[in-house]
T-cell receptor, first 117, second 114 residues
Framework: GAGVSQSPRYKVAKRGQDVALRCDPISGHVSLFWYQQALGQGPEFLTYFQNEAQLDKSGLPSDRFFAERPEGSVSTLKIQRTQQEDSAVYLCASSLDVAGGATDTQYFGPGTRLTVL | GNSVTQMEGPVTLSEEAFLTINCTYT??????LFWYVQYPGEGLQLLLK?????DKGSNKGFEATYRKETTSFHLEKGSVQVSDSAVYFCAPLDSGAGSYQLTFGKGTKLSVIP
């Protein structure tokens, strides 16, 4: 596709439920990122993949958060036993990684708005 | 890691007014610098970027210059339009230890009135 796509666009979960959020990056993009954006705040980094390798997961807030990219393309962010504080917009971004990533533009998807009741 | 201090909003300007949104950052080394924009109901879009000191990024009439001495990357536009109403985010790219995460400011909401 032309851009990064994410699904679902909106997700409502009851506290304690597990959720899975999907990201389809731009075709051919090596790097993939997940960010969390709370209401009225800037996005905060969660995790980073280069192809299928998860090279940085330092931003994941707890062990309830898990991300994977098994074939180096589509990625899934899973949140187990959701809590109200998990309510946020989850953004996925991808980049081409031409020069090792230090100057690459990250292209963002529209996000998934998660509401935990 | 990096940190960003961005001008607090909201900012309300009349059409054709001059815009400055201040951004300063702390970082190890010399990160690439980005401005992203989020229009109402839309996702984050790259506005402009600069990858080394004294570089000027520009797009859609917006400009920002990478100032290493003052660790700043202020966004400017000479004459804003109603269509520029959006939230603007300053973001250095942290490339330490093989990771490439953006560190975003809190965002500055701009409203331009006719």
């Amino acid at each position: 596709g032309a851009g990064v796509s994410q699904s679902p666009r909106y997700k409502v979960a009851k506290r304690g439920q597990d959720v899975a959020l999907r990201c389809d990056p731009i075709s051919g993009h090596v790097s993939l990122f997940w960010y969390q954006q709370a209401l009225g705040q800037g996005p905060e980094f969660l995790t980073y993949f280069q192809n299928e390798a998860q090279l940085d997961k330092s931003g994941l807030p707890s062990d309830r958060f898990f991300a994977e990219r098994p074939e180096g393309s589509v990625s899934t962010l899973k949140i187990q036993r959701t809590q109200q504080e998990d309510s946020a917009v989850y953004l996925c971004a991808s980049s081409l990684d031409v020069a090792g990533g230090a100057t690459d533009t990250q292209y963002f998807g529209p996000g998934t708005r998660l509401t935990v009741l | 890691g990096n940190s960003v201090t961005q001008m607090e909003g909201p900012v309300t300007l009349s059409e054709e007014a001059f815009l400055t949104i201040n951004c300063t950052y702390t970082a190890t080394g010399y990160p690439s610098l980005f401005w992203y924009v989020q229009y109402p109901g839309e996702g984050l879009q790259l506005l402009l970027k600069a990858t080394k000191a004294d570089d000027k990024g520009s797009n859609k009439g917006f400009e920002a210059t990478y100032r290493k001495e003052t660790t700043s990357f202020h966004l400017e536009k000479g004459s804003v339009q109603v269509s520029d109403s959006a939230v603007y985010f300053c973001a250095p790219l942290d490339s330490g230890a093989g990771s490439y995460q953006l560190t975003f400011g809190k965002g500055t909401k701009l409203s331009v009135i006719p």
